[in-house]
């Protein structure tokens, strides 16, 4: 796929069907906020989805060890320590993920199945007599990264992952790919609303065709906008993916 990376469209266009569809063009039913969320919601799951949205970002390393994930983070797929800062790398190295390692609460010492001090075990084997100090690490526990000792070393430590793509606001954030998805999601959403303040009026069936026809025309598994979006965004460009991944990145600071 071949477009600008800056074909987005902003919330205001993504609402102005969006009412249309839902019959809330003055927002009585719902808030433009309550729609904001859900245009959210809708990149969020996209996101998941997808993996379409790759970021990154340098983090300072606790004393304990133990880092709380960037806000929006579900996939990590690179870590590394560097000297220096976000401006100028003097120097970096992999840190490579260990299944099983925990921190202790204070950050001295850790826990894995497999590590330098196993002795008699049948499973796990005794990797020498101390451990490695030149290969750093990290493992994924209960939401926290958990890092060795010798990470402490380092001036930064640099986390690449799939993530949520970036909070939306008035600059346009939805790639056009998306729109229709989007729209789907929310419009759905608004009329389970619409549906449910209508019980027992005769607008009732009207608004729930409506739901039906919205709700099928995002979720059929061939031709449905949700699996379009999905498609489509796996066969973006990589520069293209790229370039526009560093533009919805800068709407987060």
């Known amino acids: 796929m071949t477009s600008s ?9 993504i609402l102005s069907d969006v ?54 983070m579900f996939n990590l797929i690179d870590a590394f320590g560097i000297m220096g800062d976000c401006d100028k790398i003097d120097f970096s ?48 526990q209960n939401g ?11 001036d930064k430590i640099r986390l690449i992952y799939n993530g949520v793509m970036c909070n939306i606001g008035e600059t346009p954030t939805v790639p056009t790919f998306f729109r229709q998805a989007v729209k789907d999601y929310v419009s759905e959403k608004g009329l389970e609303v619409k549906c449910a303040a209508t019980v027992g009026t005769n607008e009732y069936n009207h608004w729930y065709r409506m739901l039906e026809k919205t709700t099928a025309e995002k979720n059929n598994p061939y031709e449905g906008s949700w699996v379009k979006a999905e498609r489509r965004s796996k066969h973006m460009d990589l520069k293209e993916r790229e370039d526009l991944s560093i533009y919805l990145q800068k709407l987060n600071y």
């Open 93 to 140: 190295t992999n840190i490579y993920y260990k299944k099983g390692l925990l921190v202790g609460n204070k950050g001295v010492g850790i826990t894995a199945r497999d590590n330098y001090r196993n002795v008699d075990d049948q499973f796990h084997v005794r990797r020498g007599h101390s451990s490695t100090t030149d290969i750093h690490t990290v493992s994924m």
């Open 144 to 154: 926290i990264l958990h890092f060795s000792a010798n990470c402490l070393a380092f």
């Open 5 to 13: 990376p800056f074909n987005l469209v902003s919330i205001d266009q």
């Open 19 to 72: 009412l249309v569809t839902v019959g809330d063009m003055d927002m009585k039913l719902m808030s433009k906020g309550w729609y904001i969320s859900h245009i959210q919601q809708a990149l969020e799951e996209l996101s998941f989805d997808t993996f379409y949205s790759k970021l990154d970002s340098f983090e300072d390393l606790p004393s304990d060890l133990k880092l709380i994930p960037p806000k929006g």
